[in-house]
């Protein structure tokens, strides 16, 4: 069978359109990835004394009676474990919380993600999720007292 040379033509041209559309979203994607990592790499720098802190203060809450005890009875009318230490809307961020589970494990939470708590294990895995400008007004609601009219708020909803 002979296939006139103009249609073997353009289905070169469509093969090489495609092979330039997929080396492009290959870089495109590299491209993505890179900036995703860069922007991990800098929260942690950034953002790492600040949730140092976070789980020190939580580390002493959970090690006094009265942190138990207060932990224990978590976040009334909620399916949520434990309780909020930071609940606020944050500009140009939406809302952030972060709290402690029963067990003592720190977890967080944002407008978007599902509204499901995010468990983080260490500083560095809360540096490298959470805007290193959330975990500074955090720190500055532990370090103001402002933490606990914010458990309280959230114990008696």
Same mark, same amino acid.
């Given at each position: 069978m002979?296939?006139?040379? *103009?249609?073997m $033509?353009?289905? @070169?041209?469509?093969?090489?359109? &495609?092979?330039?559309?997929?080396?492009?979203? %290959?870089?495109?994607?590299?491209?993505? $990835?890179?900036n995703?990592?860069?922007?991990?790499?800098?929260?942690?720098k950034?953002?790492?004394?600040?949730?140092?802190?976070?789980?020190?203060w939580?580390r002493?809450?959970?090690? %006094?009676?009265?942190? &138990?005890r207060? =932990?224990?009875?978590?976040?009334?009318?909620?399916?949520? @474990?434990?309780?909020?230490?930071? @609940?606020? *809307?944050?500009?140009?961020?939406?809302?952030?919380?972060l709290?402690?589970?029963?067990?003592?494990?720190?977890?967080?939470?944002q %407008?978007?993600?599902?509204?499901?708590?995010?468990?983080?294990?260490?500083?560095?895995?809360?540096?490298?999720?959470?805007?290193?400008? =959330?975990l500074?007004?955090?720190?500055? %609601?532990? $370090?103001?007292?402002?933490?606990? $009219?914010?458990?309280?708020?959230?114990?008696? @909803?």
């Amino acid at each position: 069978m002979k296939i006139p040379k *103009h249609l073997m $033509k353009l289905a @070169d041209e469509i093969e090489a359109a &495609k092979r330039r559309e997929a080396r492009e979203a %290959t870089i495109e994607e590299w491209i993505r $990835k890179a900036n995703q990592r860069l922007k991990i790499s800098e929260r942690l720098k950034n953002g790492l004394e600040y949730a140092e802190k976070i789980f020190d203060w939580v580390r002493k809450l959970r090690n %006094t009676p009265e942190g &138990k005890r207060l =932990i224990k009875l978590g976040i009334k009318n909620s399916y949520r @474990d434990g309780i909020y230490f930071f @609940d606020t *809307h944050v500009s140009g961020f939406g809302w952030r919380g972060l709290g402690v589970s029963k067990k003592g494990r720190i977890w967080w939470i944002q %407008t978007g993600c599902g509204c499901r708590e995010q468990y983080v294990k260490n500083p560095e895995e809360l540096a490298s999720q959470i805007e290193s400008e =959330i975990l500074k007004l955090a720190c500055e %609601t532990l $370090k103001g007292g402002r933490v606990w $009219k914010c458990i309280a708020e959230r114990m008696s @909803d």
